[in-house]
């Protein structure tokens, strides 16, 4: 009788001590632009990318990473793996949303990716995040002559960026920052090989930004291809690299960019 409940018992329990599995990705419709058919593989749970197929030769055109997963390889591969769940476009811009619902844009030109939501939340876990602050920030920021003065921020995902913002073709780092002495919120823009940052709010005024970016909701790279208009239309500004640009939900935006000396402040809608 013992034995038949240990059996038993082990049984009930042999489900939850199997190992997480996910479920299969879904099927991604591809999408048809302009003679050019876009696919999602979706083979590859560690990196989302896309191709670009010629409709009429069938043959590919380019292939392009959207997004990467960092695997944590203390827990289960397969739960951590995230693909992509929609194609659509959008007055000519490739949208991929994740699994996660984060919607990334690709420009179909530049093939620039920006991640494009504009309401994002609190960092989920800023504690996650401060083990995986990139070396360019730990160097400038955390561990760097600014560290007296500033810390690095959570209070937004993703809480820096990548692109090429002073136009000298290295890729530069824009981070989230506080400001110690005063708890003020800003950016920090990190140039490509160096160390030095230049702090835009955080204390530091930057035209109708202020001082203060607590008002800041959400923010993208504005990759340098397109153009920005401004509130005295028709007036189109051209950028020397690829801008920021930082908004409040249903509210105004600004775009943040390099005039050759310094950054600026070019003032969108209202």
Sequence with gaps: MRRFVLILFAIVLL???????????????????????????????????????????NKTLWELTVFTN??????????QLVFIKALTVRDGTLMVTSERGTTYRVDLKSKAVAQSDLAWSQAPDAAAQRNNIPETIERAISKGPLAKDYEVSFHLNPFYLRGDFNGDGKVDVAVLVKQRSTGKLGIAIIPGGASKAAILGAGAPLGNGGDDFDWMDNWQVYPKGR????????????????????????????????????YVWFQQGD
Aim: aromatic residues 8%.
């Design 15 to 57: 489900p939850y001590a199997a190992p997480a599995k996910r479920t299969a990705p879904a099927k991604v419709e591809p999408v048809i632009y302009q003679g050019v058919r876009y696919v999602a593989p979706n083979d590859d749970g560690r990196r989302a990318y896309i191709e670009a197929w010629d409709v009429a030769t």
């Design 70 to 79: 960092h695997i944590d390889p203390k827990l289960e591969e397969d739960v």
């Design 227 to 262: 153009v920005g208009r401004g509130t005295e239309e028709p007036s189109i500004h051209r950028f020397h690299g690829d801008a920021l640009l930082v908004g409040k939900s249903e509210a105004a935006s600004g775009l943040i960019h390099w005039d050759g000396k310094h």
